[in-house]
């Protein structure tokens, strides 16, 4: 079976996204994140950003959500969205834009917000020349 991304799977994987990020921990920031993929079943796997007094601990909704898909036992990521409140939308970090490579080099990903400002990006648009298994 092919994997057809289409509005409804787009819209459900928003809202997960959007619950997902009512559970972050960012008493430090304030910048709370949700993310869901999209797996090749159609499955939603979502993250939230769980911060730490230790900063570099902090833990990213998208790695969140790719964990959660790999628990899972999905590695077949399709997109992924990411929602924060932010004035426009805000894309992935150099570390999930690392990790999300290992899913899928050309992975759309959807950065919203939740009145719905989307910009859609590719993955190779967001990390080019990137360091992937073929670099070792």
């Known amino acids: 079976m092919k994997f057809e991304m289409n509005n409804a799977l787009v819209h459900a ?4 996204a959007l619950l997902a990020r009512e559970h ?3 008493p430090y ?6 993310a869901a993929v999209v797996d090749g079943s159609g499955a939603i796997h ?8 230790s900063y570099g601990l902090t833990n990213c909704a998208e790695r ?3 964990a959660a898909a790999t628990v899972a036992g999905r590695r077949d990521i399709q997109f992924c969205v990411v ?5 426009q939308p805000a894309s992935p970090c150099g570390a999930c834009r690392q990790v999300l490579f290992e899913c899928a080099p050309d992975m759309p990903i959807l950065c919203t917000t ?3 400002k989307d910009v859609w990006y590719n993955l190779s648009e967001l990390l080019p020349n990137a360091f992937g298994p073929s670099s070792l």
């Open 29 to 34: 920031s304030a910048f709370r994140v949700g």
């Open 46 to 53: 979502v993250g939230c950003n769980v911060e730490n007094a």
């Open 114 to 116: 939740p009145d719905r």
């Open 83 to 87: 929602v924060t409140e932010a004035r």
């Open 24 to 26: 972050a921990y960012a």
């Open 64 to 66: 969140a959500a790719i």
């Open 13 to 16: 994987a928003v809202n997960a």
